[in-house]
């Protein structure tokens, strides 16, 4: 794709973002939460057809107050342990709380949720920028719209679309509030194939991006190559 995923994502557009071929081999959805409308809902849900989540990062989640799922439940006999997940038997889910916004009427409507997911966004831009914000205040639980947490340190710890939207939302320099959805396949009965999402990006003029592509933009933020003027006998990473 010549549609640069950054870009897109950065200019409010719709991205189709997959993780990766030895892991979930899914296409989600991404894009910036601060400039969903109910039409972006609408779109996640007919064409894409997964659950529709908002992805914060794990900073913004603890100034708030927000829990992992498990963390919740963890005295049910059915919460999730680690190993459970099949395909990251190392990590546990990023799933905390399902909230509404206060002043969304069922919540599941396109235009319910677009309003708990603009909010969200704005009580991440808040705390993530020192500023008060109480989250009991403007949402409630149970709702319709899946928080996800994202590991703490990103990429470096977790390989999820979680990490990977916020970490693109952070090289970006947006508001680390994304919210994704992944792409089914009516026909099969499973995740949409890489090639069909491919297909849709080119038809829908949508940029795509591997997960691989986004790991190895963060490796480089992340760790990146001293700027060395003269000799030197080791070289140190910064992390």
């Not at 892991?23 to 057809?49: H, K, L, Y």
Request: net charge negative; hydrophobic share 40%; with cysteine.
């Amino acid at each position: 794709m010549t549609k640069d995923a950054f870009t897109a994502l950065r200019q409010g557009e719709m991205v189709l973002l997959y993780d990766f071929d030895d892991r979930e081999r899914e296409t989600d959805f991404a894009m910036r939460s601060d400039m969903i409308t109910p039409r972006d809902i609408c779109r996640m849900r007919n064409d894409a057809g997964g659950l529709i989540c908002t992805a914060i990062p794990f900073l913004a989640a603890k100034k708030l107050g927000l829990p992992f799922a498990r963390e919740v439940l963890r005295n049910c006999a059915m919460v999730e342990k680690l190993g459970d997940i099949p395909y990251d038997p190392s990590n546990n889910s990023s799933f905390s709380l399902w909230v509404n916004h206060r002043d969304t009427f069922t919540g599941i409507t396109d235009r319910d949720r677009t309003k708990t997911v603009n909010a969200l966004a704005e009580v991440v831009h808040a705390v993530m920028n020192g500023e008060p914000s109480s989250f009991k205040d403007q949402f409630r639980t149970p709702g319709h719209m899946p928080v996800l947490i994202a590991a703490e340190h990103l990429l470096s710890q977790r390989h999820g679309q979680t990490e990977l939207s916020v970490a693109m939302a952070e090289m970006s320099g947006i508001i680390p509030s994304i919210t994704i959805c992944e792409m089914l396949d009516d026909d099969s009965g499973y995740a949409l194939s890489k090639e069909d999402a491919i297909r849709y990006a080119k038809r829908h003029d949508l940029a795509f991006i591997e997960g691989s592509e986004v790991l190895d933009r963060w490796e480089k933020v992340a760790y990146p190559k001293p700027q060395c003027t003269g000799p030197v006998t080791a070289a140190v990473h910064r992390i």
